[in-house]
């Protein structure tokens, strides 16, 4: 597999014609967040970030319209993100059963409040700055009643924010998502060094049906995705969810604005066909992990998605010293590729006690199941088990 193309090189593909390999994608010849971002600085958790959170704002993927209504907490580095929700899509904690339950009562289950990184279902802080569990729990009391809200929902919280809340009256519930985790390895073969033999030999025929035919795949970060290559992203993303129907949650403009707010933690993998660009997957990154996030195809190819989605990603975040790599919800197929089960969380709080009751005892009892779930995960987990 290949990468990003080396500054200089002319690329032999005709589609790439008149294209201007050292212009930012935006159209900029030098990226607002190169001038701005010290060189050398840490990279911190994109999510919670101004820049991104600000673009989902001002692109109108979270509008009250749209079900996302902002009502956040504080402000600048003292700031909790707060949303007044009209539904539970792009959440990817899923409460509908909860929401049906408060219907048959006769009971609004919306609005609710709900804390979260919106469309993005990754564990990382939910606030900027030295909040109290009681400054939260007050600030978050009183906003529910000025919405009328049923209650409040805070996803996916690293362990820190666990931790500052397990005072305040909240449910516990959890889930079971996949992530890679780097042992030190020096390369991609070292990695599947740690494998058995029949799980190793399975991932290298999957990684030669790339060549065999006729793909290729190329990773971009920074000022290197240029402006077609977010245009060919962005289309295979669409084009995801317009087969199922659906509207993407995003819009080209978030992409591209994204792009100058925080291009700099970007990664593109692009993947080839003579010549020609039939898929793409864009991943965000700190100093500490690789989020995959958004992936499409023009044509669907054998163990494409695998490559795109997975095995380029894993390359990057060896190469770069990452320790973790977090490449969405969902996908028992990520466990053969290396991806273990961890338990992720959420926390809960309804306004109506009888409800609060009856949902903390549903809470506990599926969590058994997660965690049975998790431990049967592990036994098929690729890697050699030490004697």
Same mark, same amino acid.
């Given at each position: 597999?290949?990468?990003?193309?080396?500054?200089?090189?002319?690329?032999?593909?005709?589609?790439?014609?008149?294209?201007?390999?050292?212009?930012?994608?935006?159209? %900029?010849?030098?990226?607002?967040?190169?001038?701005?971002?010290?060189?050398?600085?840490?990279?911190?958790?994109?999510?919670?970030?101004? /820049?991104? %959170?600000?673009?989902?704002?001002?692109?109108?993927?979270?509008?009250?319209?749209?079900?996302?209504?902002?009502?956040?907490?504080?402000?600048?580095?003292?700031? %909790?993100?707060?949303?007044?929700?009209?539904?539970?899509?792009?959440?990817?904690?899923?409460?509908?059963?909860?929401?049906?339950?408060?219907?048959?009562?006769?009971?609004?289950?919306?609005?609710?409040?709900?804390?979260?990184?919106?469309?993005?279902?990754?564990?990382?802080?939910?606030? !900027? #700055?030295?909040?109290?569990?009681?400054?939260?729990?007050?600030?978050?009391?009183?906003?529910?009643?000025?919405?009328?809200?049923?209650?409040?929902?805070?996803?996916?919280?690293?362990?820190?924010?666990?931790?500052?809340?397990?005072? &305040?009256?909240?449910?516990?519930?959890?889930?079971?998502?996949?992530?890679?985790?780097?042992?030190?390895?020096?390369? +991609?073969?070292? +990695?599947?060094?740690?494998?058995?033999?029949?799980? !190793?030999?399975?991932?290298?025929?999957?990684?030669? *049906?790339?060549?065999?035919? #006729?793909?290729?795949?190329?990773? @971009?970060? #920074?000022?290197?995705?240029?402006?077609?290559?977010?245009?060919?992203?962005?289309?295979?993303?669409?084009?995801?969810?317009?087969?199922?129907?659906? !509207?993407?949650? %995003?819009?080209?403009?978030?992409? &591209?604005?994204? /792009?100058?707010?925080?291009?700099?933690?970007?990664?593109?993998?692009?993947?080839?066909?003579?010549?020609?660009?039939?898929?793409?997957? &864009?991943?965000?990154?700190?100093? @500490?992990?690789?989020?995959? *996030?958004?992936?499409? $195809?023009?044509?669907?190819?054998?163990?494409?998605?695998? =490559?795109? $989605?997975?095995?380029?990603?894993?390359?990057?975040?060896? =190469?770069?010293?990452?320790?973790?790599?977090?490449?969405?919800?969902? #996908?028992?197929?990520?466990?053969? !590729?290396?991806?273990?089960?961890?338990?992720?969380?959420?926390?809960?709080?309804?306004?109506?006690?009888?409800? @609060?009751?009856?949902?903390?005892?549903? $809470?506990?009892?599926?969590?058994?199941?997660?965690?049975?779930?998790?431990?049967?995960?592990?036994?098929?987990?690729?890697?050699?088990?030490?004697?």
């Amino acid at each position: 597999m290949s990468c990003a193309r080396r500054p200089g090189r002319r690329s032999p593909r005709p589609w790439l014609a008149g294209a201007e390999p050292e212009r930012y994608a935006g159209g %900029l010849s030098k990226a607002p967040w190169q001038a701005a971002r010290d060189v050398g600085a840490p990279m911190q958790y994109p999510f919670l970030s101004t /820049a991104f %959170l600000d673009t989902l704002e001002e692109t109108g993927a979270v509008d009250p319209r749209r079900g996302w209504a902002p009502c956040h907490l504080g402000g600048g580095d003292h700031f %909790l993100p707060l949303y007044q929700r009209a539904d539970s899509r792009g959440e990817y904690v899923f409460d509908f059963a909860w929401a049906d339950a408060y219907q048959r009562h006769g009971l609004p289950y919306y609005p609710k409040l709900v804390t979260a990184i919106p469309f993005t279902p990754v564990v990382g802080p939910r606030w !900027r #700055g030295d909040w109290s569990a009681n400054a939260l729990w007050e600030g978050v009391q009183e906003r529910a009643r000025e919405h009328g809200a049923s209650g409040w929902h805070l996803l996916f919280p690293d362990q820190l924010a666990r931790e500052v809340l397990a005072e &305040l009256p909240l449910i516990g519930r959890q889930a079971c998502h996949f992530r890679w985790f780097n042992r030190d390895y020096a390369d +991609f073969e070292d +990695f599947l060094g740690a494998f058995n033999s029949r799980k !190793r030999k399975s991932v290298r025929r999957e990684r030669r *049906r790339i060549g065999e035919q #006729g793909l290729s795949a190329t990773r @971009h970060s #920074g000022a290197r995705i240029e402006a077609h290559h977010w245009r060919f992203f962005y289309h295979c993303y669409a084009n995801t969810y317009r087969v199922r129907g659906q !509207r993407p949650y %995003l819009s080209e403009r978030f992409f &591209l604005r994204l /792009a100058e707010t925080l291009g700099e933690q970007l990664l593109m993998v692009l993947a080839w066909h003579q010549g020609e660009p039939v898929a793409a997957g &864009l991943y965000l990154f700190d100093d @500490h992990t690789l989020y995959g *996030r958004y992936w499409g $195809c023009v044509r669907e190819y054998d163990a494409l998605h695998f =490559e795109v $989605c997975y095995y380029q990603g894993i390359e990057f975040a060896i =190469e770069r010293g990452l320790r973790e790599f977090d490449p969405g919800v969902q #996908g028992e197929h990520k466990i053969l !590729r290396g991806f273990e089960p961890v338990i992720t969380h959420s926390l809960h709080w309804l306004a109506e006690p009888a409800f @609060h009751d009856a949902v903390a005892d549903f $809470c506990q009892r599926e969590a058994r199941h997660v965690i049975g779930y998790r431990d049967e995960a592990r036994t098929l987990l690729p890697y050699r088990r030490e004697e």
